[in-house]
């Protein structure tokens, strides 16, 4: 992906080329081969450094991109004029609301009078636009495996959460099916208990004015009463 430093680079370098004359073709133009184009000089700038930075320590803070640059080894240039010095200095008060040629033009005396080629500038940038490309994709590589991981011990105790939940159910049923059974045996206990009872207060019907016994359901113990009997 084209870089946005790369585009304007190459326009303000497009800009200084000689413009064509109506006189007639190839009037006013540079000899084929006189000089590169503005694109091929940022391309063999960019050619002449490694493809990718190596990151020789550990970057604690991803936020400090000073950090990242240190890391992959890329130091301040000696006369000072690194590529973040020119953004400071486009955005310097002095200058900042001028027209973008009148900027370029203060940038450029100040790198004539340091003596500072502006291609030494161009390849600080590069440096650090790659530094911090490489950086990138080493942070979401980091983040699509911690994604795979936790992913995968989410399904695990996803799993858990699952059988843990159908054997808690499987208790439930057991719980459930257990009173129930306990139920059907008690209502057909309570039956041949009424039958019995009849039985029992049909044989002692007789011989008492007020039947004692008792033939329906108790929850409850019945009250105590004193049966009469006959003389």
Known sequence: MT?????????????????????GPGAGEPAPGSMPSAAQTVADIASGLAAEPKFTTPVLNPTAFTEIYKAAEIPDPPHGYSILKIADMFESEHIRTMPMDVKRSSVLVALDAAGVDIKDVIQDAVRRDRALDTFERVQEKAVTELEARKSQENSQIQAEIDKFVSEQRAKVQANNDEVAREKERFFGW???????????????????TENPITTGASSVPPASSKAGTKS
Not at 3 to 22: G, H, M
Not at 190 to 208: C, G, N, Y
């Open 190 to 208: 309570r039956l041949k208990k009424q039958q019995e009872e009849k039985k029992i207060s049909e044989a002692v019907a007789p011989f008492v």
């Open 3 to 23: 870089k946005k430093w790369y585009n304007y680079f190459v326009s303000v370098s497009d800009a200084e080329a000689p413009a064509t004359s109506s006189a």
